[in-house]
C-alpha cells in the first residue's frame, strides 16, 4: 500500500513539476484585443472594447445639450421612452412590465446611432432577441428634436409603462 502511495506521489510530483515551467497561454494575451464595429443595437457587455471606444466618441451628454436643464432633460428623456413605447405597441410587441437600462447615443442631429441595453432582474420576461428586434426597429425611425453642436448620449433607466396604467379585466 504504501508503494501504491508512493508511485502515486512521485507521478504527481513529476506532472506539477513539468507543467510548472510551462507558460499558460490562457492567461497570458495573445495581443490586442481587436475593436469589431458595433451594431445600431446591443446588450451591455456584449462588445466591451467597442463599447468603451464608442463611450468616449460621445463625451456630451443629454443633460448638457439640454443647458444643464434637467426638467427639459427629463421630459426628453420621458418622450423618448414613450415613443419606445408606442412604437412597440404599433408592432404587436408587449413590454409593458419591462425594465431596462438603456444608453442610447445620438448624432448632432438627433439621428439615434447606436442603443445599449441591459435588462434588469426584476424586469418582466422577454426574449432579448426581441428587445433588441424592437429597439433596432424604432432606432430606424426616431429622431430625437434637439439641436446640438457635437454628438451625444444619455444613460438611463426605462420602465413600462411609461406611467400606470389601470389594467382591464
Request: overall charge negative; aromatic content about 12%.
Given at each position: 500500500?504504501r508503494?501504491?502511495?508512493?508511485?502515486?506521489?512521485?507521478?504527481?510530483?513529476?506532472?506539477?513539476?513539468?507543467?510548472?515551467g510551462?507558460?499558460?497561454?490562457?492567461?497570458?494575451?495573445?495581443?490586442?484585443?481587436?475593436?469589431?464595429?458595433?451594431?445600431?443595437?446591443?446588450?451591455?457587455?456584449?462588445?466591451?472594447?467597442?463599447?468603451?471606444?464608442?463611450?468616449?466618441e460621445?463625451?456630451?451628454?443629454?443633460?448638457?445639450?439640454?443647458?444643464?436643464?434637467?426638467?427639459?432633460?427629463?421630459?426628453?428623456?420621458?418622450?423618448?421612452?414613450?415613443?419606445?413605447?408606442?412604437?412597440?405597441e404599433s408592432?404587436g410587441?408587449?413590454?409593458?412590465?419591462?425594465?431596462?437600462?438603456l444608453?442610447?447615443?445620438?448624432?448632432?442631429?438627433?439621428?439615434?446611432?447606436?442603443?445599449?441595453?441591459h435588462?434588469?432582474?426584476?424586469?418582466?420576461?422577454?426574449?432579448?432577441?426581441?428587445?433588441?428586434?424592437?429597439?433596432?426597429?424604432?432606432?430606424t425611425?426616431?429622431?430625437?428634436?434637439?439641436?446640438?453642436?457635437?454628438?451625444?448620449?444619455?444613460?438611463?433607466?426605462?420602465?413600462?409603462?411609461?406611467?400606470?396604467?389601470?389594467?382591464?379585466?
Amino acid at each position: 500500500m504504501r508503494l501504491i502511495f508512493n508511485i502515486v506521489a512521485f507521478v504527481c510530483l513529476l506532472s506539477v513539476s513539468a507543467l510548472y515551467g510551462q507558460p499558460m497561454a490562457s492567461i497570458e494575451p495573445a495581443g490586442p484585443l481587436q475593436e469589431v464595429e458595433l451594431p445600431l443595437v446591443f446588450q451591455i457587455g456584449e462588445y466591451e472594447e467597442s463599447y468603451e471606444h464608442l463611450l468616449g466618441e460621445y463625451p456630451e451628454m443629454l443633460l448638457g445639450i439640454c443647458d444643464n436643464d434637467m426638467s427639459v432633460a427629463y421630459d426628453k428623456w420621458i418622450a423618448f421612452l414613450m415613443e419606445i413605447e408606442q412604437h412597440a405597441e404599433s408592432i404587436g410587441v408587449d413590454i409593458l412590465g419591462v425594465k431596462m437600462w438603456l444608453n442610447v447615443f445620438w448624432d448632432k442631429n438627433g439621428n439615434i446611432q447606436h442603443i445599449a441595453f441591459h435588462l434588469k432582474p426584476n424586469s418582466k420576461n422577454i426574449s432579448t432577441k426581441d428587445i433588441e428586434n424592437l429597439l433596432t426597429d424604432f432606432a430606424t425611425h426616431s429622431h430625437l428634436n434637439v439641436i446640438a453642436e457635437k454628438p451625444f448620449s444619455h444613460y438611463g433607466s426605462a420602465t413600462f409603462p411609461t406611467f400606470p396604467r389601470r389594467v382591464n379585466k
